[in-house]
Nanobody, 121 residues
Framework: QVQLVESGGGLVQAGGSLRLSCAAS????????MNWYRQAPGKKQRELVATITSGGSTNYADSVKGRFTISRDRAKNIVSLQMNILKPEDTAVYYC??????????????WGQGTQVTVSS
């Protein structure tokens, strides 16, 4: 079993910054991909915001490119999302997601509990 624990959400004014972190724990062989998703108020679907692979490759949604940076501490199994120049439309619950591989070779995916980010205008 894998646990993902997020931290760092909060309330910030437009133009400000926040840093989210997600710590993964559990008996796993490796974490293949870690992602940050967000679900805006009133929206049913979660939006993929940023991705980082085990090799360090990153990808971002167009709406956050140039403002958000995803990074990963492989030794500690922590992924972070640095969010700068925040906009009111970034307001959402942010979720950490991990695609993992077990020692058996099987794979699984897990979600964190979510952390609220609110950007005031």
């Amino acid at each position: 079993q894998v646990q993902l624990v997020e931290s760092g959400g909060g309330l910030v004014q437009a133009g400000g910054s926040l840093r989210l972190s997600c710590a993964a724990s559990g008996s796993i062989f490796s974490i293949n991909v870690m992602n940050w998703y967000r679900q805006a108020p009133g929206k049913k679907q979660r939006e993929l915001v940023a991705t980082i692979t085990s090799g360090g490759s990153t990808n971002y949604a167009d709406s956050v490119k140039g403002r958000f940076t995803i990074s990963r501490d492989r030794a500690k199994n922590i992924v972070s999302l640095q969010m700068n120049i925040l906009k009111p439309e970034d307001t959402a619950v942010y979720y950490c997601h991990a695609d993992v591989q077990y020692y058996s070779g099987a794979r699984g995916d897990y979600w964190g509990q979510g952390t609220q980010v609110t950007v005031s205008s």
